[in-house]
């Protein structure tokens, strides 16, 4: 059976009871805030993290929350109230899961690799993001070394367009290049970083920006290797204005994508196993 098919893995082992000296409903009413929390907390790590670990993950965790709560409880606080400050005091799950997530994966490297180091993350935006770069320097000069000759001018005057386009950006060719490198140049960026996001074990944000700037000045430095000709240089300004906000917002939206899907499993999931308890 596939960990996917599995029902609620990581709560194998788990006291029916985590209060016995409280009442029934009260104990069982915190009991379902604690799983609730730690579903929330668990389901990202689906597909990253091993069931085992998952598993201790979870028991330490909830170790750690009812021993709060019994802390509270003694300081005086109603019983809900101390669950919800034994919760807060732990964490909010998105950023809990992502710190173990990271660990993780960091921990899983080689020693020695650059994923040890810098994390597996910013080598994978460093990827995905620096291929895109890549294959985007290569249209510009494939661009550059064999123009058409031909300017598309849609039925208007060299004079007209350049009221449009001005100098020294390049005006529109006849060729399947040059509108291939445009429709490359603005589809690029959301491409890369939306598969960066779904494969990403944590927000891909701050990688991403990190990356995308440091190419940014790479391909300022390629560009001005080109001039005279201006193209290089207009290629990092699209780089700058256009590639970083886009690609940073695309890993976001899909590392969001992949990170809800994981948790609709696991709720479904949780869901499934009570209707099983029930029946």
């Not at 085992?52 to 021993?67: C, K, M, P, T, Y």
């Not at 509270?72 to 109603?78: C, L, V």
């Not at 994978?124 to 598309?152: D, K, M």
Request: net charge neutral; no cysteine.
């Amino acid at each position: 059976m596939s960990e996917r098919e599995l029902p609620d893995d990581s709560r194998s082992g788990v006291p029916s009871v985590l209060f016995p000296a409280l009442p029934v409903e009260t104990s069982v009413e915190i009991q379902d805030l604690f799983d609730d929390y730690l579903d929330h907390v668990l389901a990202p790590m689906i597909g990253v993290v091993p069931i085992e670990v998952r598993r201790r993950i979870r028991a330490e965790a909830l170790d750690n929350l009812e021993g709060r709560t019994q802390g509270y409880i003694r300081d005086g606080m109603a019983p809900r109230a101390a669950a919800d400050a034994a919760i807060r005091k732990f964490g909010e799950s998105t950023e809990l899961s992502s710190e173990f997530i990271g660990n993780y994966t960091r921990q899983a490297q080689p020693e020695g690799s650059l994923g040890k180091v810098l994390g597996p993350d910013i080598i994978q935006s460093a990827l995905y993001l620096g291929q895109a770069t890549l294959w985007g320097l290569i249209f510009l000069h494939v661009r550059i070394n064999l123009p058409s000759g031909q300017i598309e001018t849609f039925g208007m005057s060299l004079r007209q367009i350049r009221q449009f386009i001005p100098e020294p950006f390049p005006l529109p060719e006849k060729s399947a290049v040059f509108w291939g490198h445009a429709g490359f140049m603005l589809l690029a960026p959301i491409v890369a970083g939306g598969v960066l996001g779904l494969k990403s074990t944590r927000s891909p944000i701050r990688d991403t920006l990190a990356i995308m700037v440091t190419l940014t000045a790479v391909s300022l430095l390629a560009g001005l290797m080109l001039l005279p000709n201006y193209d290089g240089v207009i290629f990092s300004g699209v780089h700058a204005v256009l590639w970083i906000p886009a690609a940073t917002i695309s890993a976001h939206l899909g590392f969001l994508y992949a990170q809800r899907k994981r948790l609709s499993f696991k709720l479904k999931s949780r869901e499934a196993t009570s209707v099983s308890h029930q029946v």
